[in-house]
């Protein structure tokens, strides 16, 4: 009993002391992170003729790529698009397909080229907006034009003037798609409209409109008039309050990323917002589902190969570029990953490739399809704030 | 003895050391990030950087523009909860006294389900709950939901994900605690004429109280932080708090917000489970 007593006096003492020694080291701590620059954050603009790397190229023939999933030929193959480059060039491709969202890249890389720090890759493949973003922010590197003459001979017109880089200075599309609407033809008749789709009464509760800002409200804006292209603040809160009444009147069953290809063969929705090479492959398996242009237009959008800062490898990389650039590879690859063709003169060199594929509107559109298409104007970094917080709010009920 | 009771001391304090370094270091820093981040100035962006302003009102901003998907995240996450316990303890009190030699097997059973990934299992719930399938068509049959009803894209489909996903957590708890009691409590309430029912209520549930709290505590907390569900089979009117602070992180870039909105719903969760604690006295009972 009297040998027991102070051993535990003892243990509540240090249990006391630690509670103590806790709440100083607390306080302490929390007082240091809220001075401490550490936890400030820097602003992430940079000059990227500030960020550049000694080029390795000569020496090491490689480079590295970052792409998205299913956007090219089986790579091993041989025979395949990049195995006959490594032949030609000697370039050995180190090709990842690391990238599943532009948002989710751009938080992971964003810290690294905000800092001038290497991202260890030559080159990187982001959707219009991200890629206008990232041009932006200074963590691109200029293309050099002498190393990728087929790149200025030969992109399609309508990829042309794009308004974040209108010169082609740093971008280069690799393939490019369709924003339109798709439609299952077994249990529906045609929609012809986004506006149709947003309000028809036999659609309420069956729809899905994509869950992509840009790809929405490029489509809203068309509906209240606007051009997607050069809009007002005023224009932008006119489409999102008609979005706000299609939610509320319960006319949409959800906002969707890549999974409403499935709720649409179901039958859980007869019509929805839809990517073009989506529905192709999606054809393969039921030819009912159908892809229309809707009156307001196409968005036409890309996904662009772009060159980080301090890349080592940009003449390697540059090298694919054109290489990709040159209409019979662009036909091959165009036979395998069914977005469209964003490579002039492919249309042609499809005909010994796959005749089959020569006349898909959604592989090669024709011009009167690319003469309806729109896209969606560039947003400095306050708008994009506000709007995708605006975005969100209405699309969060 | 008080020499050997210092040296024992630093013993203490040196075998605390390798777990002060590992929390100061992954929970510590992380958290005052957090804390500094949902201090700072909401005018702040990527390109031109964020500056402390210790703007205490963006914690006013999250509670106005956000009270609702935080509600309903509690809302959904207790109403899983609640079900998973009924469900876990009819599940775990079966495995441990009546399954006999299957009693491995069925727990095997139980944690199954994990060999496949997350997302599939809960993609597959689409395909059960989807409009045209099964349950819909028998729920329509017997009139329990209308010709145009559906369960997808509705709080229950929600729900009954979030109960799916996070049974397990609620099983394995609760069997540990029903296992262990010792059955001739269980007759010796019998044989003092009580109701198996009162016995049940008498012996048996306080005696697996540590599992029910455990249990309870492991299906909450995640299932109220969770957003998987509600983005697959919710539909917009389902947005859970984990998906507001994602899209307001990846998307809008709000990084003020996003960290503002995890602190308010960590604090909700501490303070809920603290009360939870107190009142179910857990200290004597872990």
Known sequence: MTSEEPARRSTFSRRGMLKGGGAVAFAGVSLAALKLPLFEVAGAAQDPLGCRAADLSATQRSFVISNWTGYIDPRKKPGSTMSEFEQQTGISVDYTVDVNDNSEFYAKVKNQLGSCAPIDRDMIVLTDWMAARMIGLGGIQPLDKSAVPNLEANLLDSLRDKQWDPGLDYHAPWQSGLTGIAYNAAKTGEVRSFEELISRADLKGKITLLSEMRDTMGFMLKVVGADPRRFTEDQWHDALDRLAQAVGDGQLRKFSGNDYLQDLSAGNILACEAWSGDVIQAQYDDPNIKFVTPEEGLSLWSDNMMIPNQATHQANAEKWIDYYYDPEVAARLANYVNYICPVQGAREAMETVNPDLVDNPLIFPDEETLAQTFDFMPLDDRQQAQYEKEWSDVTAG | ?286
């Open chain 2, 1 to 286: 003895m008080s020499d050997t009771e210092r040296r024992r001391g630093k013993v203490g304090y040196l075998l605390l050391l390798p777990a002060v370094l590992w929390l100061g270091l992954f929970f510590v820093v992380p958290f005052y990030s957090l804390l500094a981040t949902s201090l700072f100035d909401q005018s702040g962006s990527d390109f031109r950087g964020y500056e402390m302003d210790y703007a205490f009102g963006n914690y006013v901003d999250v509670l106005r523009d956000y009270w609702q998907p935080l509600v309903r995240s509690l809302l959904y996450g207790a109403i899983a909860t609640a079900i998973c316990l009924v469900l876990g303890y009819v599940l775990a009190y079966a495995i441990a006294f009546k399954a006999g030699r299957w009693k491995n097997l069925m727990l095997v059973l139980v944690i199954a389900p994990f060999f496949t990934s997350f997302l599939i299992r809960t993609l597959s719930w689409k395909l059960i709950l989807s409009d045209d399938g099964f349950i819909v068509n028998v729920l329509q049959a017997v009139h329990l939901l209308g010709d145009d009803g559906r369960l997808l894209a509705t709080p229950v489909a929600v729900v009954a994900g979030l109960t799916y996903n996070f049974l397990p957590f609620m099983v394995l708890p609760l069997f540990a605690s029903i296992d262990k009691i010792d059955h001739r409590l269980i007759e010796a309430s019998g044989d003092l004429y009580a109701h198996p029912v009162v016995g049940f209520f008498k012996v048996t549930w306080p005696l697996s109280l540590p599992g029910v709290v455990s249990g309870t505590l492991l299906t909450f907390i995640p299932a109220v932080g969770d957003y998987i569900n509600a983005q697959l089979l919710g539909s917009t009117n389902q947005r859970v708090i984990g998906s507001v602070i994602e899209s307001q992180f990846t998307d809008a870039n709000n990084y003020p917000v996003a960290a503002a909105l995890s602190m308010v719903l960590m604090a909700l969760i501490v303070v809920m489970v603290l009360v939870y604690v107190r009142r179910a006295g857990t200290e004597e009972l872990l």
